[in-house]
């Protein structure tokens, strides 16, 4: 098993940090659609057009049709949920790295690297919700190439991340993950991080009943809610 070491982003890590990030997040689009269809709103809904379409039409086979059409429109929606996070990331914080967690206060981007490729990231930064702000620091953008996963990576990963918010006097890291990353919830339960909320990102998100999932973990020794 190939050895791996984690060091801080440099500037030739670009390319590779960015696809890094674009495929951890676009493979989760698949689990997402198959979250969708298990509902029993997705199920409900596909039931009464088929039902509404064969009573108009009067054949059952343009029923189907319909369902198959609805199917295809909800993959494509799911899949833009995926690729629009991405879009925003790339466009954001992963497109000036070095400004966005290097230069940044309280803020680092870390990969890990083996065979001179980089195989896995995380990010830390002040969180965005306010009411947050100077007594916690949120972990990012992790991810492992899947060549890479399960030889313990995320957990050091997620180890710098502790390690630098505990050494700059925070009393905690925050994070948010999806419903359907459920290698990540595990990875996070395991690190010592609880979930201490969930929300519907959007009207869409609420209807297609997804859900992020809001997870915290206390830093022992530290005041959590103390301003730093
Ligand atoms: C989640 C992810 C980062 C895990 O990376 P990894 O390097 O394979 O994880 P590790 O080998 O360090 O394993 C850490 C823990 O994660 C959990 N885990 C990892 N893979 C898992 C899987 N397929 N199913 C369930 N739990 C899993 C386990 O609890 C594991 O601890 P254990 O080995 O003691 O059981 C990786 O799967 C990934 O990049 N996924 C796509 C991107 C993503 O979802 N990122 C999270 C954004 S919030």
Redesign the pocket.
Known sequence: MASYRIRQYREQDYDAVRTLFA???L??ASAGYRHVLRSARAQLGLLVLFAAVRTVVGYWVLGLGAVALALVAIWLLVRSFSTSYVRQALSTDLCDIPTSYLRAPDSCFWVAEAGGAVV?MVAVAPPQDPAERGAALE????????D???????????GEVLRFARARGYGAVV????MV???????????GFRKVGAFSPSLLGTLLCFQIFQYRCDLPGRAAASPH
């Open positions: 495929r951890g997040i493979e989760h896995g972990l990012k953008r992790m991810s492992v190439s899947r890479y996963r399960g030889r313990g990576i995320s957990k050091a990963l997620c994070l948010s993950t999806s990353q459920v290698a990540a919830q595990r990875l996070y339960e395991g690190q």
